[in-house]
């Protein structure tokens, strides 16, 4: 019913910037948060940002070099991450706080998630 695509990972040199963007689709009448989580190889998933209309939210981590930002029109939002590390290569996913009608709870949905690969 719901569906979200990242795009913007890639190959990219320390210090360097990358942009991923998330689309949601689909059966959505309202969105409440979003927000984009990590997982590097043999870790848990991380919380990396998250957007509600009260306010962002990061990770110590990438406080200060990422900022994460929402279209509420166009279902959208973007992670604009700039001085990169190698710590932060991970498959980094998009997720939402969804609701398909005025009838339906919230339920969160994942994207399928892209990679994300700093180079020393």
């Known amino acids: 019913q719901v569906q979200l695509v990242e795009s913007g990972g890639g190959l990219v040199q320390a210090g360097g910037s990358l942009r991923l963007s998330c689309a949601a689709s689909?059966?959505?009448?309202?969105?409440?948060?979003m927000g984009w989580y990590r997982q590097a190889p043999g870790k848990q998933r991380e919380l990396v940002a998250a957007?509600?209309?009260?306010?962002?939210n990061y990770a110590d981590s990438v406080k200060g070099r990422f900022t994460i930002s929402r279209d509420n029109a166009k279902n959208t939002m973007d992670l604009q991450m700039n001085s990169l590390k190698p710590e932060d290569t991970a498959v980094y996913y998009c997720?939402?706080?969804?609701?398909?009608?005025?009838?339906?709870?919230?339920?969160?949905?994942w994207g399928q998630g892209t990679q994300v690969t700093v180079s020393s």
């Open positions: 997720t939402a706080n969804v609701r398909v009608s005025v009838w339906r709870r919230y339920d969160d949905y």
């Open positions: 689909g059966s959505i009448f309202s969105i409440n948060s």
């Open positions: 957007i509600t209309s009260g306010g962002t």
